[in-house]
């Protein structure tokens, strides 16, 4: 089977651009994650949708936004680019997102902002 | 803001050898997760432990957990070069419905063959 897909795997943008990363979860997978890891740091929470809605959300400002389709597909933009915004962006997919269920990540979007 | 501390943040031994990580976290959790990620690559689940349970083992690891000093280690035995990889604790907190995962900075594991 296959697991959590991203895409694209590597994107170079400049200040002040938007970007939008997608995210294709396990098959029966209802609930999707977002998290940001700067390098060298552990990854941070950004998102959760599970069954299209907005379960959770971190600390990041609102350039940051997201949205889950029919399919439990994701999509995650973020607008107005800032160089801190270099990251590389996880999406995490599990059944049901409930309690002491492990989540499944994909490899990742790797965003370089210049 | 990370939930927690590890330590030590690099760690390097010698094929065989046992390798000790330890997590530190801040708030009441309903379980704590550990990850494996190489380099450039997305996070592996290795193993959940509930805030209930004391110890757990998997293969070649083992977690304990004491809620009391919110803390826990992993414990990997008879190392192999192929375990090189950066590995992070990550806490789930009941009011977060296992939705939100918060990490802590991860220890560098370096084994030499």
């Known amino acids: 089977d296959a697991g959590v897909t991203q895409s694209p795997t590597h994107l170079i943008k400049t200040r002040g651009q938007h970007v939008t990363l997608r995210c294709s979860p396990i098959?029966?997978?209802?609930?999707v994650s977002w998290y940001q890891q700067v390098l060298g740091q552990g990854p941070q929470f950004i998102f959760q949708?599970?069954?299209?809605?907005?379960?959770g959300r971190g600390n990041f400002p609102d350039r940051f936004s997201a949205r889950q389709f029919p399919n439990y597909s994701s999509e995650l933009n973020v607008n107005a680019l800032l160089l801190g915004d270099s990251a590389l962006y996880l999406c995490?997919?599990?059944?049901?997102?409930?309690?002491?269920?492990?989540?499944?990540f994909g490899d990742g979007t790797r965003l370089s902002i210049l | 803001s990370q939930q927690g501390e590890e330590d030590p943040q690099a760690l390097s031994i010698q094929e065989g050898e046992n390798a000790t990580m330890n997590c530190s976290y801040k708030?009441?959790?309903?379980?704590l997760q550990w990850y494996r990620q190489n380099s450039g690559r997305g996070l592996v689940h290795l193993i959940l432990?509930?805030?209930?349970?004391r110890e757990k083992h998997s293969g070649r690891l083992r977690v304990t957990l004491d809620t009391s000093k919110k803390s826990s280690s992993l414990l990997i035995t008879a190392s192999r070069a192929a375990d090189t990889a950066s590995y992070f604790c990550?806490?789930?907190?009941?009011?977060?419905?296992?939705?939100?995962?918060?990490f802590g900075q991860g220890t560098e594991l370096s084994v030499k063959p």
């Open positions: 995490a997919s599990s059944y049901l997102g409930h309690l002491n269920q492990p989540q499944h």
């Open positions: 098959s029966g997978h209802k609930s």
């Open positions: 949708y599970y069954e299209k809605e907005e379960r």
């Open positions: 708030t009441s959790i309903n379980n």
């Open positions: 432990i509930r805030s209930n349970e």
């Open positions: 990550a806490t789930s907190a009941r009011e977060n419905q296992g939705g939100k995962l918060i």
